[in-house]
């Protein structure tokens, strides 16, 4: 079936949500989020587009982008084409990183605007990765309401409130904080977790040391490449009846997360 062509925006503005592939982490540990950040500034640099928002998860991230110089496909494509080079280099795989392509819809309206950004913000608030908007360090929140931020223009939005920008500042950190009952985004939908058997840290625990006891390991063996086979069973396991990240089994194994990655890859 061939793919739907992309709708373009009359405004040039849009919100893009790219995923991991299978639901798998893109970003590994802090440094792999600080790279991303750092290629988005590299490829804006010679006025290519406007990033009005963004925020980094675990397995997928949000831009609010407008195009200057070059379009909204060009502009991803290298995005994520250099991303994949340093991940895929770090971690030593190969394959796709990304499901897909990257999914966006079209920004028409300032109110439009105005409650997509809200919505970008509030992602690590609503996974419960955070107790409020100013906890989390990878969004464009911080740069809205005070902080040092060169990756956003935070300007646009902000006029929206008002010319005045401290009072602008003031009624956007009050907006966000508010409900959103008029529009729907693009949304990453993550497998219900309640549902998974192993769901707390002494589950896992317990699962762990059975199935090393099981096959005569112990976790200073579990890394050795003799024992791949045995170790990518436990991953794929962990991975399938448990809540917890590859970020999280690989501090439960002890391993490198390029490991637990690669694990049922077909990958050494």
């Known amino acids: 079936m061939p793919r739907q062509k992309r709708v373009l925006s009359p405004t040039q503005v849009y919100h893009v949500m790219v995923r991991g592939n299978s639901g798998r982490d893109i970003f590994l540990d802090n440094d792999d989020r600080q790279r991303l950040l750092k290629i988005i500034i590299s490829k804006k640099r010679e006025n290519q587009f406007i990033l009005y928002a963004y925020c980094l998860m675990s397995n997928h991230f949000h831009l609010v982008l407008k195009e200057c110089d070059d379009n909204i496909s060009h502009i991803m494509k290298r995005i994520n084409t250099t991303y994949v080079v340093y991940f895929n280099k770090k971690y030593q795989i190969n394959g796709h990183l990304f499901q897909n392509r990257f999914k966006s819809e079209i920004v028409e309206n300032d109110t439009y605007l105005l409650a997509l950004v809200r919505y970008v913000h509030n992602n690590p608030l609503k996974a419960g990765l955070v107790s409020s908007l100013g ?40 907006f966000s904080q508010k409900k959103e009952e008029r529009y729907s985004f693009l949304e990453y939908k993550e497998q219900n977790k309640e549902n998974k058997e192993i769901n707390t840290y002494s589950k896992v625990k317990n699962f762990r040391d059975q199935f090393l006891k099981r096959n005569k390991l112990n976790l200073d ?14 991953i794929q396991e962990l991975r399938e009846r448990s809540i917890y990240s590859e970020r999280e089994i690989a501090e439960f194994l002890n391993i490198d997360r390029g490991m637990v990655y690669r694990a049922g890859r077909n990958e050494s």
């Open 221 to 234: 063996l579990i890394s050795e490449k003799r024992n791949k086979g045995f170790r990518d069973k436990l």
């Open 135 to 174: 906890g989390y360090q990878w969004s464009s929140y911080l740069s809205y309401v005070g902080s040092q931020n060169k990756i956003v223009n935070n300007n646009n939005v902000l006029k929206i409130f008002s010319e005045d920008l401290l009072q602008a500042r003031y009624q956007f950190i009050d």
